[in-house]
T-cell receptor, first 111, second 114 residues
Framework: DAKTTQPPSMDCAEGRAANLPCNHS???????VYWYRQIHSQGPQYIIH???NNETNEMASLIITEDRKSSTLILPHATLRDTAVYYC????????????FGQGTRLTINP | GAVVSQHPSWVICKSGTSVKIECRSL??????MFWYRQFPKQSLMLMATSNEGSKATYEQGVEKDKFLINHASLTLSTLTVTSAHPEDSSFYIC??????????FGQGTRLTVV
């Protein structure tokens, strides 16, 4: 079963920052937080991941709370092409290393 | 980033026939690959973990005799849907673990059984 909870849908205006929350209150010490997104009828695309420190790359920023029970994915300047389903996943990178998907957040970027 | 290729991207088959889907890691070796199934408007459901040179590990409720997985090389895993029926129609997606434990996904295969 997925170990994260996300809002089912969100809207954001084009050009604004999109902030997608995720709760993972049962995360364990050796589990990372991963974010993927899926544009309609395509395979998921990796966005970013982190353990406990905030992370930033060319696509997004990941803010993880100090207790690691929640995180926020930030798309700093959303474009129409960012419309997708965003999945927050906790993953143990040892052992089976499976990625188990929850229901995700359907983000719609409006012009 | 690393590239994972699935083939075919879509396939239509008759009920009762078998269909093979290929998943290739094009620029890295993947000892572990995963197979998912996704129905319309639903999330991805993990079907099985495919390990090179050994038997696949199936998730609970997935019939191993119906969904045959072969991972014969470090760059290729195949999923064969045997005796396909209309309820097997779905979007099948593979994922391969890269050298830094990142998971890279194929573009998916849409199977329609008529």
């Amino acid at each position: 079963d997925a170990k994260t909870t996300q809002p089912p849908s969100m809207d954001c205006a084009e050009g604004r920052a999109a902030n997608l929350p995720c709760n993972h209150s049962t995360i364990s010490g050796n589990e990372y937080v991963y974010w993927y997104r899926q544009i309609h009828s395509q395979g998921p695309q990796y966005i970013i991941h982190g353990l406990k420190n905030n992370e930033t790359n060319e696509m997004a920023s990941l803010i993880i709370t100090e207790d690691r029970k929640s995180s926020t994915l930030i798309l700093p300047h959303a474009t129409l092409r960012d419309t997708a389903v965003y999945y927050c996943i906790v993953r143990n990178i040892q052992g089976a290393q499976k990625l188990v998907f929850g229901q995700g957040t359907r983000l719609t970027i409006n012009p | 980033g690393a590239v994972v290729s699935q083939h075919p991207s879509w396939v239509i088959c008759k009920s009762g026939t078998s269909v093979k889907i290929e998943c290739r890691s094009l620029d890295f070796q993947a000892t572990t690959m995963f197979w998912y199934r996704q129905f319309p408007k639903q999330s991805l459901m993990l079907m099985a973990t495919s390990n090179e040179g050994s038997k696949a590990t199936y998730e609970q409720g997935v019939e191993k005799d119906k969904f045959l997985i072969n991972h014969a090389s470090l760059t290729l895993s195949t999923l064969t849907v045997t005796s396909a029926h209309p309820e097997d129609s779905s979007f099948y997606i593979c994922s391969a673990l890269g050298p830094n434990t990142e998971a890279f996904f194929g573009q998916g295969t849409r199977l329609t059984v008529v």
